[in-house]
């Protein structure tokens, strides 16, 4: 799994053969006087010969016009002793329509003289363009940030709920688990909602972080009980996360492969212990615990809120054994 996450964070770093998108406010000024600035996003590819490509999406003037794209290929860069990247240009380019269907680009298609220094440094774009445009220089400055490297995998699986002694319908959910730079994990379960006699319960999203992980024959283990503070989900937009907010005292173990993860939870919450099983541990690749009731090394069955139950049940059932262990079995 560590391998998998260096190579994510180590693509997401290089610019070969890809775009690196950098995020920040552009200045346009006219013979008119200065626009408002705005929250733009400007591409930077190095091409497969090592120069590289510049975008500049969806340029416009403000109430004026809406231009187009702005993308100058085969830039020949510098690469200056401190480890900056220059990317000079000076010629014509021929505006190209913005990707925006609904917006009309007025001059896509007409050539421009554009003379540009834009400067690579870190994670920082800094870029000075000067544009004619029909007669009249626009000059548009800009400085962004791009993206931190994503080291996160999105599982999604079915996830079972168990509360008040009865297991909910299983429902489709998503968990994230994300690398931290030390190493550690952070775990969190998305839109998280109970369907209780018909009527959702939109919870929120639960993120437990600073989890550590072991890793053996490709299988990462992970346990941790801490508080967490509920965050509003985004899944459906339109639900009232009422939870939002407020703390809850969380459980959670969980194995993952690079397919599968697979996790049991138990949340602190209403009043009472939630019980959450996500995935299957058999599909994970993770051997699975198989005790019947009938079973003489079976000393006692419990539900998740602790009840003793006469048989194992729908739902997740913790198994007392005879040598003082317990283990968490789902039974469908």
């Known amino acids: 799994m560590n391998k998998i996450f260096t190579f994510i964070a180590a693509c997401a770093m290089c610019l070969t053969a890809m775009a690196t998108d950098y995020t920040g406010q552009l200045n346009v000024t006219t013979g008119a006087g200065s626009l408002d600035p705005v929250e733009t996003t400007i591409s930077v590819t190095q091409q497969e010969d090592g120069n590289y490509t510049f975008s500049l999406k969806n340029f416009s003037l ?33 505006i190209q329509n913005g990707d925006d269907e609904s917006i009309t680009w007025g001059m896509a298609g007409q050539s421009v003289a554009l003379t540009m220094n834009s400067v690579i440094s870190g994670n920082t774009l800094t870029a000075d363009l000067s544009i004619n445009v029909f007669g009249m220089t626009v000059t548009v400055s800009f400085e962004g940030e791009a ?53 959702y319960m939109y919870i929120g999203s639960i993120e437990l972080a600073d989890i550590e992980g072991t890793s053996e024959d490709g299988t990462v283990t992970m346990s941790t009980t801490q508080t967490a503070t509920i965050t509003e989900g985004d899944d459906p937009a339109d639900a009232t996360w009422s939870y939002a907010g407020q703390s809850v005292d969380v459980t959670m173990t969980a194995k993952m492969t690079e397919d599968s993860l697979y996790a049991e939870m138990t949340i602190s919450i209403l009043g009472m212990n939630v019980g959450v099983v996500f995935g299957d541990s058999e599909s994970a690749g993770i051997e699975a615990a198989t005790i019947s009731s009938n079973n003489s090394g079976v000393e006692a069955i419990y539900d998740m809120s602790g009840r003793r139950l006469n048989s194992l049940t729908k739902g997740v059932n913790i198994i007392r054994k005879a040598d003082g262990t317990t283990v968490k079995v789902l039974q469908k």
Do not use: W
């Open 147 to 199: 993206a931190a490297a994503s080291n996160s995998k999105d599982y999604t699986d079915k996830l079972y709920i168990t509360l008040m002694g009865s297991t909910l319908d299983p429902v489709d959910a998503t968990i994230t688990i994300t690398e931290q730079e030390d190493g550690n994990y952070t775990f969190t379960l998305k839109n998280f909602a109970l369907a209780i006699m018909g009527t």
């Open 62 to 94: 403000g109430t004026v016009m809406n231009v187009g794209t702005i993308e100058v290929t085969d830039i020949v860069a510098t690469t200056e002793e401190n480890g900056d990247i220059t990317l000079p240009y000076e010629g014509n380019v021929t």
